[in-house]
């Protein structure tokens, strides 16, 4: 007789299930509670890397890193998202400066900046940061920078002790990675490990720091020079590299064969653009030929013709040190070119006059011939004491003269420039009339150069502003003949 009461089901297959399903819970709780861990102990390779050498000691004039940047990744790397810090500690309260000796991206597309880190340690109380223009290009998957060389030095020019900079490593005389000089990609830490101990996230995200932020650089512009005289000396190898000639050749104008490098220098200046360093140009004398030196600095390329001509100069009407009285010449020129091809442009101030005409006074002038004295000239007879925005413009066969804003002078027909010339400085005596010791200064805070445009003082001056404000000390992009 069968029954017909239900059989149970057996509970043989079910809790299996159950179990397998708590198990699969436990797994992909606990690996994701682990995850953060495994990711820590196995993060991923960097975008990038920074390798470092340098060959100075840990007691010297000036630290000279060199770096490269590496793209590690399999895109494409615009230097221009990336910025390097180089830690080091302040030695007293100088400030500190840079310029870029060499790069293989070239000096114009580097801009550097002196900084503070968030959280200042003993080794990294100040940073040296660099950016890159979009000059600098872009670095294929697995290729390298080259070397970026700077310098960094205090703007007293006292000795640094490296020995407690962060960054600094002596023993790293060839291309070696170095996690102690980070870098950022669009302002997020992507290499090296920052003072306060922070390292790149693995999963890449980051919140970007401001101060590192990517495309601080200005926009360059084509066919242009600035320079706002950041150097050591007048043996800086950044002084040459960037194109400029100390004058210790022999000849005129003023007490010939006087020409010296020791009145070419660089200090601090208060008036200065951004508080810096200018250009100083010293001549002295005892009232003897031999106990005269007069002070030069130009540049080397005669590639200057058309556009606009600036600089800011101190010019002075008392000497610092001694008797007033010489017919001192100050100047602001640009020169090229020989036989019909001659072309030169004048700003000469003298305080105390010259050739028989007092002072004080500045000529403008502009030269057809020196042989045949063939020339146009003007005379702004006030003292010109102080600082002072000077400008000559040349476009449309026209070259006007400008100070601060207001026009002295022009010239046209034959008396604009027929060939390429160089821009130069200095500071020399039209004779010697008189014994005793005396010094003479004139100041340059910087030189910019534009072939390209034709612009006022408002607009060089917001130019001018916006590089040093950038870090951006010097660029020429003027095309080499």
Same mark, same amino acid.
């Given at each position: 007789m069968?029954?017909?009461r239900?059989?149970?089901?057996?509970?043989?297959?079910?809790?299996?299930k159950?179990?397998?399903?708590?198990?699969?819970?436990?797994?992909?709780?606990?690996?994701?509670?682990?995850?953060?861990?495994?990711?820590?102990?196995?993060?991923?390779?960097?975008?990038?890397?920074?390798?470092?050498?340098?060959?100075?000691?840990?007691?010297?004039?000036?630290?000279?890193?060199?770096?490269?940047?590496?793209?590690?990744?399999?895109?494409?790397?615009?230097?221009?998202?990336?910025?390097?810090?180089?830690?080091?500690?302040?030695?007293?309260?100088?400030?500190?400066?840079?310029?870029c000796?060499?790069?293989?991206?070239?000096?114009?597309?580097?801009a550097?900046?002196?900084?503070?880190?968030?959280?200042?340690?003993?080794?990294?109380?100040?940073?040296?940061?660099?950016?890159f223009?979009?000059?600098?290009?872009?670095?294929?998957?697995?290729?390298?920078?080259?070397?970026?060389e700077?310098?960094?030095?205090?703007?007293d020019?006292?000795?640094?002790?490296?020995?407690?900079?962060?960054?600094?490593?002596d023993?790293?005389?060839s291309?070696?990675?170095?996690?102690?000089?980070t870098a950022?990609?669009?302002?997020?830490?992507?290499?090296?490990?920052?003072?306060?101990?922070?390292k790149?996230?693995?999963?890449?995200?980051?919140?970007?720091?401001?101060?590192?932020?990517?495309?601080?650089?200005?926009?360059?512009?084509?066919?242009?020079?600035?320079d706002?005289?950041n150097?050591?000396?007048?043996?800086?190898?950044?002084?040459?590299?960037?194109?400029?000639?100390?004058?210790?050749?022999?000849?005129?104008?003023?007490?010939?064969?006087?020409w010296?490098? *020791?009145?070419v220098?660089?200090? &601090? #200046?208060?008036?200065?653009? /951004?508080?810096?360093?200018? @250009?100083?140009?010293? !001549?002295?004398?005892?009232?003897?030929?031999?106990?005269?030196?007069?002070?030069?600095?130009g540049?080397?390329?005669?590639?200057?013709r058309?556009?606009?001509?600036?600089a800011?100069?101190?010019f002075?009407?008392?000497?610092?040190?001694?008797?007033?009285?010489?017919?001192v010449?100050?100047t602001?020129?640009?020169?090229?070119g020989?036989?019909?091809?001659?072309?030169?442009?004048?700003?000469?101030?003298?305080?105390?006059?010259?050739?028989?005409?007092?002072?004080?006074?500045?000529?403008?002038?502009?030269?057809?011939?020196?042989?045949?004295? *063939?020339?146009?000239?003007?005379k &702004? #007879?006030?003292?010109?004491? /102080?600082?002072?925005?000077? @400008?000559?413009t040349? !476009?449309?066969?026209?070259?006007?003269?400008?100070?601060?804003?207001?026009?002295?002078?022009?010239?046209?027909?034959?008396?604009?420039?027929?060939?390429?010339?160089?821009?130069n400085?200095?500071?020399w005596?039209?004779?010697?009339?008189?014994?005793?010791?005396?010094?003479?200064?004139?100041?340059?805070?910087?030189?910019?150069?534009n072939?390209?445009?034709?612009l006022?003082?408002k607009?060089?001056?917001?130019?001018?502003?916006?590089?040093?404000?950038?870090?951006?000390?010097?660029?020429?992009?003027?095309a080499?003949?």
């Open positions: 069968s029954s017909n239900r059989q149970p089901r057996p509970r043989s297959r079910v809790w299996p159950i179990k397998l399903l708590l198990l699969v819970g436990a797994v992909v709780a606990g690996g994701t509670a682990l995850y953060p861990l495994w990711r820590a102990a196995n993060p991923d390779p960097p975008e990038l890397t920074v390798r470092y050498r340098t060959d100075t000691a840990a007691t010297a004039v000036a630290a000279r890193p060199s770096l490269e940047v590496f793209n590690e990744s399999k895109q494409s790397l615009p230097l221009s998202e990336v910025t390097l810090r180089y830690y080091f500690t302040a030695d007293g309260a100088s400030a500190y400066a840079f310029n000796v060499q790069a293989a991206v070239g000096c114009s597309n580097i550097g900046t002196i900084g503070t880190p968030d959280e200042p340690t003993d080794t990294a109380d100040r940073y040296l940061e660099i950016a223009t979009a000059g600098a290009g872009s670095l294929k998957p697995g290729a390298n920078s080259e070397g970026i700077v310098q960094l030095y205090r703007v020019h006292k000795e640094l002790k490296q020995s407690n900079d962060r960054s600094f490593d023993t790293m005389t291309y070696k990675e170095s996690k102690k000089v950022y990609k669009r302002g997020v830490l992507a290499w090296g490990e920052e003072p306060n101990g922070d790149p996230k693995s999963d890449s995200a980051g919140t970007p720091s401001a101060s590192a932020a990517a495309g601080r650089a200005p926009v360059v512009p084509a066919k242009a020079v600035f706002n005289f150097y050591l000396g007048p043996k800086d190898p950044a002084l040459f590299k960037h194109g400029w000639l100390v004058r210790t050749s022999k000849g005129g104008p003023g007490i010939d064969d006087t010296s490098a *020791d009145g220098s660089f200090p &601090t #200046e208060a008036n200065a653009q /951004g508080h810096g360093q200018v @250009l100083q140009l010293r !001549a002295t004398t005892d009232g003897t030929k031999a106990g005269t030196k007069q002070a030069s600095l540049t080397a390329a005669t590639e200057f058309e556009g606009t001509y600036a800011r100069i101190h002075s009407d008392k000497p610092t040190e001694g008797e007033n009285g010489d017919h010449n100050q602001f020129y640009t020169i090229g020989s036989g019909t091809k001659y072309s030169e442009l004048d700003n000469e101030y003298m305080p105390n006059g010259g050739w028989g005409a007092p002072g004080p006074k500045l000529d403008t002038t502009s030269w057809y011939s020196v042989e045949a004295g *063939d020339r146009v000239t003007t &702004t #007879e006030e003292s010109l004491a /102080g600082w002072h925005t000077m @400008l000559i040349v !476009a449309d066969d026209v070259v006007t003269y400008r100070m601060d804003g207001r026009k002295l002078f022009t010239s046209t027909g034959k008396y604009v420039p027929r060939a390429g010339m160089s821009v400085f200095n500071t005596f039209v004779d010697l009339p008189f014994k005793g010791d005396r010094t003479w200064d004139m100041k340059v805070d910087w030189l910019y150069y072939a390209g445009a034709t006022s003082q607009q060089v001056e917001t130019a001018v502003k916006g590089f040093s404000d950038s870090g951006m000390n010097y660029f020429d992009t003027v080499k003949p």
